[in-house]
């Protein structure tokens, strides 16, 4: 967060990617390499997803390590705190911990696959604020803390207030910074944002961008979370459903713009869900002219030494 303070300082506007674990061994090494050519394009940090539950967890924490150790890229672990063993949260931190991570986003969890609705377990794990106080106690500030945001409701409230209510609990229990939920309408966004300032929040606000790879994808995403498609994007997007790399053209230029709309409204920061793939996020940062020059890209020698890009 204090690296995101000086990015706003100084005017720029800085990125991260976000990664899920794959399902097979091939998925996971082509990851790897996708992840390892995408550290090209200068994100200032990379997040891996945590299974609801647990599910997948030993992925989420090697992913962790590897993206660190191997690929120098600063990373930021997601972690669940309900329908799990407390055990498996404390091996989580300390094996993030050991790997050199210095971020975890904090989150309740969604319900596991094969459960409607999630559960709290042993430990008093409910709500997200819960795992936020959890971490500060056990690592005092060893972690920048990250907090999930809903410009437009969640899957289990739709009270945008009482959202923010429970946002300001997440922050004030030692969160620094908050992520949110995709959307695509920047004008909710935006007042959304003006709404959290309002109550006293004043932490970093990192917008979830989710990027078009094609019609079907953008409709399914759109619908899960549940957020409105602005009308001149349905105007302009159906025509061409069928095709994929005009929708992923024309979806080029409806990202940049709403990402433009956001660094003018003082967002200094876009996160990427990339959904594993680099080509559409690639095609919003090179429109948004955000890719740094050969001769600035962040070579993982100069990470090594500790160097950033302008050094
Ligand atoms: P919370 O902030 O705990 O809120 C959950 C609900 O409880 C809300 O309705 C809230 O209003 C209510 N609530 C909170 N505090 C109180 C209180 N004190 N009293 C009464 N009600 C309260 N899920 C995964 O499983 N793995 C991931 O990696 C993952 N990554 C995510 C990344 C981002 C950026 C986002 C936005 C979500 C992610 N999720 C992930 C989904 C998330 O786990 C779900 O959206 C979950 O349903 C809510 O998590 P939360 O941390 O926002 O919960």
Known sequence: SEKLAESREAGKTTFSFEFFP????????????????????????????WGA?????QLTTEMVNVAQSVYGLETCMHLTCTDMEQSKLDEALADAYKAGCT????????????KEKWEAVQGGFRYARDLVKYIKQKYGNHFDIGVAGYSE???????????????????????????????YDVDIFIEWMKKVRAKGITVPIIPGIMPIQTHAAFLRRANWSRCVIPEHW??????????????????????????????????????????????????????LKLIPDVGEKPLPWRQSLGLNRRD
């Open 22 to 49: 794959p399902k097979t061994a091939q998925g996971v090494q082509n990851l790897y390499d996708r992840m390892d050519r995408m550290h090209g394009l200068g994100p200032s940090f990379i997040d891996v997803t």
């Open 53 to 57: 539950g647990g599910r997948n967890s």
């Open 103 to 114: 971020n975890i986003l904090a989150l309740r969890g969604d319900p596991p696959r094969e």
């Open 153 to 183: 409701g969640c899957d289990d409230n739709e009270d945008i207030d009482e959202l923010i209510d429970h946002l300001k609990e997440k922050v004030d229990a030692g969160g620094t910074f908050i992520v949110t939920q995709m959307f």
């Open 234 to 287: 349905t105007k302009v997007l159906e025509p061409v459903k069928n095709d994929d790399a005009e929708v992923r053209r024309i979806g080029t230029g409806l990202l940049a713009e709403m990402c433009r709309r956001l660094i003018e409204a003082g967002v200094s920061h876009l996160h990427f869900y990339t959904m594993n793939l680099a080509q559409a996020t690639q095609m919003v940062l090179e429109e």
